[in-house]
């Protein structure tokens, strides 16, 4: 049976999209069949990160209302044969994903998947919401500052109140931590939360660190998830992120500023 697991953060414009597409395809990469969802009904842009959005016919709130059967709207990625998007609908309400909708494509999707990833829009909207109640995992995304952090634990009580495993006292979803846009030298110059101050405040088990990247935007505007890109630190960053998922341990990279070398401290360069 599937693992459920919700892609969520308070705060916009953190990464969960990137996050969402980069853990599908790591997933996939590893020999497991995967499907990314898209909750974000009406501001969808899962199918622009994964490079498919020419070939949305179907949508997720068609599935739900039975205008359609699943397997017409999932979109089978072309780089991974088993990797696939069910893409949210651009033009709908929100209202329009039902919590006994949802309900029934996530059943009908855990007896063909070995993982869900269901990507959140941002806040505790309804879609938020619904993105987090069936899930048995979940990747709490925050950048390292004060507001993305508050508004991450924010979003973990609603987990641990109101998710599903909840409400029919199940065991705990499983809760990571994975901090984006993390600049080493910034936090050693005081000016970014560190890795510590963060887990401090959230106190949950850190999945990993994503480090700063030209490439993510870059990846994004080519409809190309940052994972696959070589010689990217965020892509070795998310590539070690998913294999911790699949039960690895391993050191967590990227959290320390580099050493500059004599001659860069004379003359003042960066690294």
């Not at 892609?7 to 853990?23: C, D, I, N, Q």
């Not at 855990?110 to 899930?135: H, K, M, N, T």
């Not at 508004?151 to 109140?161: E, H, K, N, T």
Request: aromatic share 6%; charged share 25%.
């Amino acid at each position: 049976m599937a693992q459920v697991i919700v892609v969520t953060s308070g705060k916009g414009g953190v990464g969960k999209t990137t996050t969402s597409a980069s853990l599908g395809t790591g997933l996939a990469l590893n020999g497991k069949k995967t499907v990314v969802v898209d909750f974000d009904v009406g501001l969808r842009n899962l199918d622009l990160i994964m490079g498919c959005e020419r070939r949305v016919v179907y949508d997720f709130v068609n599935v739900i209302q039975g205008e359609v059967k699943l397997k017409q709207a999932l979109i089978k990625d072309r780089r991974l044969e088993n990797l696939f998007i069910l893409p949210a609908s651009q033009t709908r309400d929100k209202d329009a994903l039902t919590q006994e909708g949802v309900g029934r494509v996530i059943n009908e999707l855990r007896g063909e998947f070995d993982y869900i990833i269901c990507d959140s829009p941002a806040g505790i909207e309804r879609g938020a919401f619904l993105a987090l109640y069936y899930a048995d995992e979940a990747v709490v995304v925050t950048n390292p500052e004060i507001s993305s952090v508050r508004d991450s634990d924010r979003i973990l009580g609603i987990i641990q109140a109101k998710s599903r495993r909840a409400e029919y006292e199940q065991a705990p979803v499983k809760e990571h931590l994975l901090m984006t846009r993390y600049c080493a030298q910034r936090v050693a110059n005081g000016d970014m939360l560190s890795v510590k101050d963060v887990q401090e405040i959230l106190e949950i088990p850190l999945l990993g660190v994503i480090p700063e990247a030209k490439e993510v935007l870059l990846a994004s505007n080519a409809g190309t998830p940052i994972i696959l890109y070589p010689d990217c630190n965020a892509a070795v960053a998310y590539t070690d992120a998913v294999s911790r998922i699949l039960g690895a341990t391993s050191p967590v990279r990227f959290t320390s500023a580099e050493k500059r070398s004599f001659f860069n401290k004379i003359l003042g360069w960066a690294t």
